[in-house]
């Protein structure tokens, strides 16, 4: 298991920058591909990036293609989403998750992420 926390979130006015960063414990940090997701409040908790155990392959949804961008310090027991270009609707909080199974594939569904955060909002106004 690895314990993640998230921080970074805050309030943003729409075009604006934020950049969350999620900090994991544990020796094994590095073997495993790391995933953000966010819920809006009413929706279902979503896929948004993932990264693999070396950083060299990435995934994004469609919605956040091109203005989010997922990276991951290894040395360090990092993995950072810096989101350019927010919209209001990319309001919700957003979690920090970690593919305990890690195939060698990245994964973008909740169910295959077997640790979390406690989340970070972010806010972004219009």
């Known amino acids: 298991q690895v314990q993640l926390v998230e921080s970074g979130g805050g309030l943003v006015q729409a075009g604006g920058s934020l950049r969350l960063s999620c900090a994991a414990s544990g020796r094994t940090f590095s073997g495993y591909n790391m995933g953000w997701f966010r819920q809006a409040p009413g929706k279902e908790r979503e896929f948004v990036a993932a990264?693999?155990?070396?950083?060299?392959?990435?995934a994004y949804a469609d919605s956040v293609k091109g203005r989010f961008t997922i990276s991951r310090d290894n040395a360090k027991n990092t993995v950072t989403l810096q989101m350019n270009s927010l919209k209001p609707e990319d309001t919700a909080v957003y979690y920090c998750?970690?593919?305990?199974?890690?195939?060698?594939?990245?994964?973008?569904?909740?169910?295959?992420?077997?640790?979390w955060g406690q989340g970070t909002q972010v806010t972004v106004s219009s």
């Open positions: 998750a970690a593919d305990l199974t890690s195939l060698g594939f990245l994964r973008i569904a909740r169910h295959d992420y077997g640790s």
């Open positions: 990264v693999t155990r070396s950083g060299s392959g990435t």
